[in-house]
């Protein structure tokens, strides 16, 4: 499934150590450490909330492709949805 907003958990903390990245589950009390890239993610979704302005941006980072960027960006977005790093936005509906 494909999200295009994003939003990090009111959940979920992360911060950089150095090249690397860890995530916080408050709720579970559990620990996640990311590579530079899953940290550049998390600091994405922070920055902008979008699926396609992460792409674009790590496209642009890593001179490579946007087909290839997007499945690797999919995957791992379905990984933190997974694991109560991600959750869905609040629609604004008021119901």
Do not use: C
């Amino acid at each position: 499934m494909q999200h295009e907003t994003l939003n990090i958990s009111s959940r979920a903390r992360f911060r950089s150590v150095g090249s690397e990245g860890v995530v916080v589950q408050v709720e579970r009390g559990e620990v996640m450490v990311v590579n530079g890239v899953g940290l550049r993610v998390l600091e994405l979704v922070k920055e902008s909330g979008s699926r396609s302005a992460i792409i674009q941006q790590l496209s642009r980072e890593y001179a490579t492709g946007s087909a290839n960027v997007a499945q690797q960006v999919d995957d791992y977005i379905e990984e933190l949805y997974a694991w109560g790093v991600l959750e869905q936005p609040e629609t604004g509906s008021g119901e």
